[in-house]
């Protein structure tokens, strides 16, 4: 190990080794060229002081950048700073987090979609289609999201002075601790304490910086073609006899407890009543119109992810909808909409390019355009029939895959 290093990590074994390397019995009567007699701790000294030299260079190097960061403020999170732009169109997709002020504080934008993996294809020239004139969209989907960064991202939401619209995702994050947060999510730079602010400063935000510097003010993430590769090989991977034989015994191996009762209420979920209802409520008094969308999961999803999320999956996440609806549906700008009732949809495996996130285009055209259309709204009056029909077919469903069985009894044939 470098000398440098094993002084960082153990001063007093840097000295031990200094010592025996030398083979010193007595370090006392140890001379230099001059003759004079050093004292242990100056042998010491002269031998850390080249590391704390490298240390306050390394101290002062990092000090000067920080401060460049943040006087240059590439993230717009300050009230200074060059105030760099989303290029127009762009969908920045998991990068976005670390630009949710820079799309938030630019004035272009008056809708917001903040979703999750499931709603990160759309793109702003489709939302701004379908959504009609006047509207410029900008997408703050992201992987897996969680209550506290989602609650973060929709207070910022409430402060701004030019938002109209939101659609956002109603997942099952919600049935999870409030306080609970998407690892890769910098909530740090969306908090309330400054103090952690200094943990933007790491590479690619340095040369962000640079860039801005030299002029470019424009952010632009190249990814599409990427992301739809990416996609499309997802889709492939899934339709897989292998993998319909695999949920099929989850199926089977759940069945007799996929309806058990998790013995929640209301009560049970703050990171509904905590955070979302309130934000909400502010969004209502603001007269922002809001629409919460609950995704497509397929019938199998219940199965497959109730051994990572939780056992009693099916009835949390259907108490906590029921919840949402009864609380909410009633504030004068908020609808709620749903669409896994339909078995044709929720049932068919070949619609999805994983049991949770749905590939099929004709159902990703209907899951944005119910916000025009109001189709597939849940309110007081319907919630109930539409959980027990979640409920049945769950309970009853048998893995189904149309364009697969469809292959193997061609085959057969």
Known sequence: ??????????????????DAMNDLKDLSKLKLTSGKKHSLSAIRWRAVRPMLAAASLISVGYLSLAALVISVDPHNVYKWGAEPRIETGD???DLVVDWIDVVMKDPAYNTFLVGSSVTAMYTPELLNEVLGPGVNAANISYG?????????????LVEHPNVEHVIMTFDWMYIQDPETTNRGFPAFLYDNDITNDLRM????????????????????????????????RMYENFQRMSEMEDIGRKVDGYRAEIGSSSGKTCDHFPA???????????FSARGVKVDVMIPVSSFAFYYVRRHDISPTLLDEMMVARRCLVNAASDLPNIRIFAFD??????????????????YAPHILDDFITATTTGNNRLTRENIAEHES????????????????????EASDG
Do not use: C, W
């Open 201 to 232: 400063v790491n590479l690619p935000t340095i040369q962000t910086t640079l860039d801005i510097l030299q002029g470019d003010l424009s952010y632009s993430n190249p990814d599409d073609a990427i992301y739809t590769r990416y996609v499309d």
């Open 91 to 93: 969908t920045p997709r």
């Open 389 to 408: 029909q979640i409920r049945s077919e769950v309970a009853e469903y048998q893995t189904t895959n149309t364009r697969l069985f469809r292959k193997t």
């Open 272 to 282: 509904i009543n905590d955070q979302l209802l309130p934000d909400l409520r502010a």
């Open 341 to 358: 009732a339909d078995p044709a949809v929720a049932g068919d495996l070949a619609n999805f390019r994983e049991v949770g996130h749905v």
């Open 1 to 18: 190990m470098p000398p440098f290093i094993t002084f960082l990590v153990s001063p007093r074994s840097f000295i031990r080794d200094f």
């Open 144 to 156: 897996g999201p969680r209550p506290r960064d989602r609650d973060l991202i929709l207070g910022r």
